[in-house]
């Protein structure tokens, strides 16, 4: 070690704390068409600036699961900026399967519809194109952690 460097203090407790305490993690989806070069431009994030904070972490799935990205937030006023700190590109081979839905057209009448695997039911259809009724269940699967976390709230 050099002799330059100044005398090392060492971290105590009380500066140290749990990532989930200091930050935040959030998750998005984003449209079909979205390059994830877009991702770093502010205007993209304008209507979430308010929500989010120095440190927080945003994970970004590409609509059709090609690509994944996580993002930094390096600053949030006036505007918000992020810097990528991960990036991930999928072959069709590696994309990741939804285990639970299947997107698939029906016939004419109920065009594309979103498909319990375990039951077979219709969840959802009459979607003009795979990637609307993608859309579709990526906000069901929101409502869905929503309403969850609400019921283990009112069973605590």
């Known amino acids: 070690m050099s002799d330059n460097l100044p005398k090392l203090i060492p971290a ?9 305490h200091a930050r935040r993690q959030w998750a998005h989806v984003a449209r079909e068409g979205v390059q994830r070069q877009q991702l770093l ?39 918000l900026r992020v810097e990528c700190i991960n990036d991930r590109e999928f072959s069709a081979g590696e994309r990741m399967r939804d285990d639970d839905y299947e997107v698939r057209y029906l016939n004419m009448e109920a065009k ?37 976390g609400r019921a283990k709230g009112k069973a605590a």
């Open 41 to 79: 431009d502010p205007a993209y994030w304008v209507h979430v600036n308010r929500t989010m904070r120095h440190a927080d972490h945003i994970e970004v799935w590409a609509w059709d699961r090609s690509w994944w990205v996580e993002l930094l937030v390096v600053d949030h006023s006036p505007v």
């Open 12 to 20: 105590t407790e009380g500066q140290v704390q749990l990532a989930q």
């Open 112 to 148: 594309n519809a979103v498909i319990d695997r375990a039951t077979g039911d219709i969840i959802s259809q009459g979607h003009d194109t795979p990637d609307a009724a993608n859309l579709w269940l990526s906000e069901h699967r929101k409502t869905m952690s929503r309403s969850k």
